[in-house]
């Protein structure tokens, strides 16, 4: 073992690479394995954005942007916003460009963060989150929101905030949800936003998947708590441009000139090229997400009757594009063993409720991201497993 490897930042020994890619390395080498593991959309990127990335690279837009990213894509990501959810921000100096919505989060937990700070965390979690809390030496504070369906409510969040205090920095929201689907309508997101206001701290809402609800339109918190809030998003989902990592940062101006530092000293400045591809993708391609969101729909009502009918208890999964599902009763009830079992007896991979904290435990999540005819073969033997199993 080289010596200096324990001489790396003590945090970093922390961490772990997350349980999502840990148990989908390891189904993956299980012989026609179907697996519903990775959030990761099965549609291609729209040929128009395609074709706008291809003529920057011909036109040799190949240099550094500013560090905020092109003034042009800023100003289309603000008039999305605009158009699409009624929150209103300065292009030139309210718009941060960034490498995905993880560095978003990355630059924005690393800016607000003091060693010893606490961060309200309701779970179950996309574990992207804690990993990032860690390393800037501050304590995740959970909210189990397993007893209200996954919805976070005030009375929540003015608990957790009796017990910490003024310890308390900020507070993640992450809706439509990973891994749960469940999203907030408006008069939840009013609420929730009347609580945090109370008390004067950060939100970071991580809303990658506002283009994917199901029934009532995406209401973002910064429309109520605009001073507080620094509003993540991005194309991966909305556009399928996972690969390009397009991300963006929207907040006042007073909190964008401190992001901007840490994230010019993490990347610098997203792709050039990219750039020029997401500007196709918020103009002409502002409403891309549709025809995808019509087909996700078809998928997550077949999964929903199929599971439910298999004894399955799932809550309202009005966004993004999972199932998060709880285990019936005389099943195996640890959900890593559970889906070990599954993957093993039945070649069908999903992820355990565990990958996203304790609060995961007992349930299972599936993507729905990926076609209608792997769907039904993965209901037909998840069916199959679940029959076999009844009968042992």
Same mark, same amino acid.
């Given at each position: 073992?080289?010596?200096?490897?324990?001489?790396?930042?003590?945090q970093t020994?922390?961490?772990e690479?997350?349980?999502?890619r840990?148990?989908?390395?390891?189904?993956?080498q299980?012989d026609?394995m179907?697996?519903?593991?990775l *959030?990761?959309?099965?549609?291609?990127t729209?040929?128009?954005?395609?074709?706008?990335g291809?003529?920057?690279?011909?036109?040799?837009?190949?240099h550094?942007?500013?560090?905020? *990213?092109?003034l042009?894509?800023?100003?289309?990501?603000?008039?999305?916003m605009?158009?699409?959810?009624?929150?209103?921000y300065?292009?030139?100096s309210?718009?941060l460009v960034?490498?995905?919505?993880?560095?978003?989060?990355?630059?924005?937990?690393?800016?607000?963060?003091?060693?010893?700070?606490?961060?309200?965390?309701?779970?179950?979690?996309y574990? /992207?989150?804690?990993?990032?809390i860690?390393?800037?030496?501050?304590?995740?504070?959970?909210?189990?929101?397993?007893?209200?369906d996954?919805?976070?409510?005030p009375?929540m969040?003015?608990?957790?905030?009796k017990?910490?205090?003024?310890?308390?920095?900020?507070i993640?929201?992450?809706?439509?949800?990973?891994?749960? #689907?469940v999203?907030y309508?408006?008069?939840?997101v009013?609420?929730?936003?009347s609580?945090?206001r109370?008390?004067?701290?950060?939100?970071?809402?991580?809303?990658? !998947?506002?283009e994917?609800?199901? #029934?009532e339109?995406?209401?973002?918190?910064?429309? !109520?708590?605009?001073?507080?809030?620094?509003l993540?998003?991005?194309?991966?989902?909305?556009?399928?441009?996972? /690969?390009w990592?397009?991300?963006?940062?929207?907040?006042?101006?007073?909190?964008?000139?401190?992001?901007?530092?840490?994230?010019?000293?993490?990347?610098?400045?997203?792709?050039?090229?990219?750039?020029?591809?997401?500007?196709?993708?918020?103009?002409? /391609?502002?409403?891309?997400?549709?025809?995808?969101?019509?087909e996700?729909?078809?998928?997550?009502?077949?999964? !929903?009757?199929?599971?439910?009918?298999?004894g399955?208890?799932i809550?309202?999964?009005?966004?993004?594009?999972?199932?998060?599902?709880?285990?019936?009763?005389?099943f195996?009830q640890?959900?890593?063993?559970?889906?070990?079992?599954?993957?093993?007896?039945?070649?069908?991979?999903?992820i355990?409720g565990?990958?996203?904290g304790?609060?995961?435990? /007992?349930?299972?999540?599936?993507?729905?991201?990926a076609s209608?005819?792997?769907?039904?073969?993965?209901?037909?033997?998840?069916?199959?497993?679940?029959?076999?199993?009844?009968?042992?």
């Amino acid at each position: 073992m080289n010596p200096l490897t324990k001489n790396f930042n003590q945090q970093t020994y922390q961490i772990e690479v997350s349980d999502i890619r840990k148990f989908d390395e390891r189904v993956s080498q299980i012989d026609d394995m179907l697996k519903l593991t990775l *959030g990761e959309p099965d549609f291609n990127t729209p040929e128009h954005v395609k074709q706008a990335g291809i003529q920057a690279i011909e036109d040799n837009d190949s240099h550094y942007t500013g560090m905020a *990213g092109d003034l042009s894509l800023r100003i289309a990501a603000a008039n999305f916003m605009k158009t699409k959810y009624k929150v209103h921000y300065t292009p030139s100096s309210e718009v941060l460009v960034t490498v995905g919505a993880t560095e978003a989060l990355s630059a924005s937990l690393l800016a607000i963060l003091n060693p010893g700070d606490k961060i309200l965390v309701p779970t179950p979690i996309y574990p /992207g989150y804690e990993p990032l809390i860690t390393l800037a030496r501050a304590t995740p504070v959970y909210i189990d929101t397993t007893s209200n369906d996954f919805v976070l409510t005030p009375e929540m969040i003015e608990t957790a905030m009796k017990e910490h205090g003024t310890a308390v920095k900020a507070i993640i929201l992450n809706y439509p949800s990973n891994p749960t #689907g469940v999203t907030y309508n408006r008069k939840e997101v009013a609420a929730i936003a009347s609580a945090v206001r109370a008390h004067n701290i950060f939100v970071i809402s991580d809303e990658i !998947y506002s283009e994917l609800t199901y #029934g009532e339109k995406h209401v973002s918190i910064a429309e !109520y708590a605009r001073d507080q809030t620094i509003l993540i998003n991005g194309l991966s989902k909305s556009h399928a441009m996972t /690969g390009w990592r397009i991300g963006f940062i929207f907040a006042p101006i007073e909190l964008v000139e401190q992001l901007m530092k840490v994230h010019q000293y993490l990347v610098t400045s997203a792709t050039t090229m990219a750039q020029k591809a997401a500007t196709a993708a918020l103009t002409a /391609g502002i409403d891309d997400a549709l025809p995808m969101k019509v087909e996700y729909l078809k998928r997550r009502d077949f999964l !929903y009757e199929k599971m439910k009918a298999m004894g399955f208890e799932i809550a309202r999964p009005n966004g993004a594009f999972y199932i998060f599902a709880k285990i019936p009763t005389g099943f195996i009830q640890n959900s890593m063993d559970f889906c070990v079992d599954l993957a093993e007896k039945n070649k069908l991979a999903i992820i355990p409720g565990s990958a996203f904290g304790s609060a995961g435990e /007992g349930y299972v999540r599936l993507s729905y991201a990926a076609s209608m005819e792997k769907l039904e073969i993965a209901m037909e033997r998840l069916e199959d497993y679940i029959f076999t199993q009844r009968e042992a």
